[in-house]
């Protein structure tokens, strides 16, 4: 290769790095500033409206979340991959009419799932949930269906075309206003009785959905003037009908795994108690079990806030590559969503593996809980698992994923039946269950990728290596080193990362060219 043609090459990479990297930080935190903010104002909205405001606030959210996914589940992702392919190819014509497809199936879903769920509440609250009074909660949120619909359009399109700053800004705008409407409307209604402030409460999510969606509508308008230009007559635009069938074809895959996952969360709420009582546990402390495998899950789940940013890039980054046929464009892109995964993920899977116990009393107060270290090989599978759905979705592949995923749906059940009956593991075999299962998805899905792509994973070796060295450091100086949680939690934690980015380096896993593409990130104001 001359000179000429390495240059070209790296810098084409280095663009690939910038757009991922960038998207992914904008997306992980603005992720990281609604966690915090739906965990921080539940404080004071319990201290408000006590626990019995707040059973009543989670009868009905779940509700809620139910109809939602119903109503937009895959969608987004859908019009993403549809709008990158046409931006590739700078189908301005194309790009305008999957927006308007995907707002008239989204308007029609989103008007159906709010009047569904306002006629059903009065139902549902006393049939379902047993507690009439849920229904005002359930009647405030029912409109922020419609209103979360509409703006998985603007943010489908918007990150269609690796626009991520629209999306991020309108979650924080959502959330800021929802924690505020929430607040003030619950503290208003107090002395109307608790089923209304719970009421109040449940319509800041409503709000928020409003508020987010305005921002985006504003946004569009403000950006008409940056879209790809093209001549009238060189494309011309499918009829609506097609592209809502080819948007609804898409998503049937993604909405179906959507669908199954609470259900193998359901599943483990009856296999888990039932085989631990099998071996000699009392109801009462199966129960609590249960619990604590639920409290575990919520932590599990965080570290993939960064996981599902990449994903999210990933899916038109890739649609936009896949389309114009650049094949090393693709390869790279591919590579680099997979390597920023995988440096990320060993070494989160080493902390928790290793300080899992900590971590588990520091948030929630109980000592010697170990379940956290069993499930931490599980955040790297899951974490892999996600990017290489996303990148499979890029490749119009959405059926690959849910195939997968349901072979290790399958594996997970039979590894939790079996290993939950052993006394020797009890709890833990559920955790092994969920290791397991995650395992086999991202694996089936890495081959998936290797039979469409000519992808090498030879990146993976740095990474791995050095999280094995930290993962042996880390413990040594756990073992002869005793520290209270949070600073044996925080400084070896800190300790041990710095040694894997150290190691890291040192193998080559972390590059000149990295650095230089983070820099430039940082430096770039758009």
């Known amino acids: 290769m001359n000179p000429d043609a390495k240059s070209k090459n790296r810098i084409a990479k280095m663009k690939t790095s910038n757009t991922i990297l960038k998207g992914t930080i904008l997306l992980t935190g603005a992720g990281l500033i609604v966690k915090l903010l739906g965990a921080a104002y539940r404080i004071p909205l319990a201290r408000l409206i006590g626990a019995e405001g707040m059973g009543l606030y989670q009868m009905a959210y779940p509700v809620y979340l139910i109809f939602l996914s119903l109503s937009t589940a895959g969608l987004p992702i859908a019009i993403s991959k549809m709008v990158a392919e046409q931006a590739a190819k700078k189908n301005l014509p194309g790009m305008k009419q999957i927006f308007k497809a995907a707002l008239i199936l989204l308007t029609i879903l989103g008007v159906i799932g709010s009047l569904t769920m306002l006629l059903t509440s009065s139902w549902l609250a006393n049939r379902i949930v047993a507690d009439s009074r849920a229904v005002y909660a359930m ?16 943010r489908g399109y918007f990150q269609g075309q690796q626009q991520m700053g629209p999306s991020a800004i309108s979650q924080v705008v959502e959330q800021l206003v929802r924690v505020a409407v929430s607040l003030i409307l619950a503290s208003l209604l107090l002395n109307s009785g608790v089923e209304h402030a719970s009421a109040g409460a449940a319509f800041g999510a409503t709000a928020g959905g409003a508020a ?22 060189k494309y011309s635009p499918e009829k609506l009908l097609a592209v809502i069938k080819k948007l609804l074809r898409f998503t049937l895959p993604i909405a179906a795994a959507v669908i199954i996952m609470p259900l193998l969360q359901a599943l483990d709420s009856i296999i888990v108690p039932s085989k631990l009582q099998s071996i000699g546990y009392s109801v009462k402390s199966a129960t609590s079990m249960l619990g604590v495998l639920g409290n575990a899950w919520a932590v599990l789940y965080l570290p993939m806030i960064v996981t599902s940013a990449i994903a999210a890039n ?16 693709l390869q790279a892109k591919i590579q680099q969503g997979l390597r920023l995964a995988t440096i990320y993920l060993i070494p989160v899977a080493v902390i928790l593996c290793l300080f899992g116990t900590s971590v588990y009393r520091i948030i929630y107060g109980v000592k010697g809980i170990e379940i956290l270290g069993w499930l931490g090989p599980a955040v790297f599978f899951l974490g892999i698992e996600q990017v290489t759905a996303g990148v499979l979705q890029g490749l119009n592949k959405p059926h690959l994923p849910l195939v997968n995923f349901i072979v290790g749906a399958m594996v997970k059940i039979m590894t939790t039946l079996i290993a939950t009956g052993f006394p020797g593991l009890n709890l833990a075999g559920a955790a092994l269950g969920t290791v397991c299962g995650s395992g086999i998805t991202a694996t089936l899905n890495l081959i998936s990728i290797k039979g469409l792509t000519p992808m090498k994973l030879d990146f993976m070796t740095a990474s791995l290596i050095a999280g094995t060295l930290m993962l042996a450091g880390s413990w040594y100086l756990k073992r002869w080193f005793h520290f209270s949680d949070l600073v044996e939690f925080l400084g070896l934690s800190l300790a041990g990362a710095l040694f894997y980015l150290l190691v890291l380096w040192i193998l080559g896993g972390i590059k000149i060219t990295d650095l230089e593409v983070i820099n430039q990130v940082m430096m770039d104001k758009n």
């Open 139 to 154: 009647w405030a949120l029912a409109p922020a269906i419609f209103f979360m619909s509409l703006m998985s359009v603007f």
């Open 212 to 233: 987010g969606l305005l921002f985006l509508i504003i946004t569009a308008f403000r950006k008409r003037g940056s879209e790809p230009r093209t001549t009238p007559s």
């Open 314 to 329: 990933m899916v038109p980054a890739i649609a936009a590559s896949g389309n114009v046929r650049i094949k090393p464009e």
